[in-house]
Every structure is written in structure tokens, then in C-alpha cells.
């Protein structure tokens, strides 16, 4: 049971990227999803959440309006649209999976973690 983040890269600010995150193993069709980043000296902060069947959002006001989170559970993948991006957007991101719970804004309840795919927006 794994999940498998990718779309990570260095890009020009006012630029965009999209990252991918593949779970295997398991369906996660019936828990919430969400994407998180991290800096160093940092901890890690939510981005983007989605319900498991993708009806309900929820997104960190820094991103609000630029980022947008979506889910194919029938490919098992989740994505993150990233646009506009900032130099402060430079970061590690995550996708987690909140194993017990179809849809949360709180990190603590996500408990399976993907590796993390680094994006650097540059100035």
C-alpha cells in the first residue's frame, strides 16, 4: 500500500505545474485525500483537501484561488492543478491519505504518506 507522488520540477513564477499521486495496493475511493508541503526548519502544512468522492474542498488561504485539488478514484490518482505559482509556493509536497476518514482538514488525520516530489519556483 503505497502512494506514489510525481509533477515536481523548477519553474518560473507566474508559471504552473501539476502533480500526480498514484496509490497502489489498496482503493482509496472512500477516504480523504489531500496534499501537504514542506519547507525546511518547517512543518508540514496542508495545501489542498478532498472529500472521497470529490464533492468537497478545502484549501489553505496562501493557495486559495491558484491550486486546485482533484481525484479520478477510478484511476486511484489525485492531482494537484498549481497555477500562478510563487517563489513561496517552493517546497516538498506531499499527498496523504486519511486511511479512517472520507474527508479532513486536519493533518493529523492523515496517516499513509507518499515520498514527496520537490517543486522550486523561482523568482
Known amino acids: 500500500v503505497q502512494l506514489q507522488a510525481s509533477g515536481g520540477g523548477l519553474v518560473q513564477a507566474g508559471g504552473c505545474l501539476r502533480l500526480s499521486c498514484a496509490a497502489s495496493g489498496r482503493t482509496f475511493s472512500r477516504n480523504g485525500m489531500g496534499w501537504f508541503r514542506q519547507v525546511p526548519g518547517k512543518e508540514r502544512e496542508i495545501v489542498a483537501v478532498?472529500?472521497?468522492?470529490?464533492?468537497?474542498?478545502y484549501y489553505a488561504d496562501s493557495v486559495k484561488g491558484r491550486f486546485t485539488i482533484s481525484r479520478d478514484n477510478a484511476k486511484k490518482m489525485v492531482y494537484l492543478q498549481m497555477n500562478s505559482l510563487k517563489p513561496e509556493d517552493t517546497a516538498v509536497y506531499y499527498c496523504a491519505a486519511a486511511l479512517r476518514s472520507p474527508f479532513s482538514s486536519v493533518k493529523g488525520d492523515y496517516d499513509l504518506w507518499g515520498q514527496g516530489t520537490q517543486v522550486t519556483v523561482s523568482s
Open positions: 478532498i472529500s472521497w468522492s470529490g464533492g468537497r474542498t
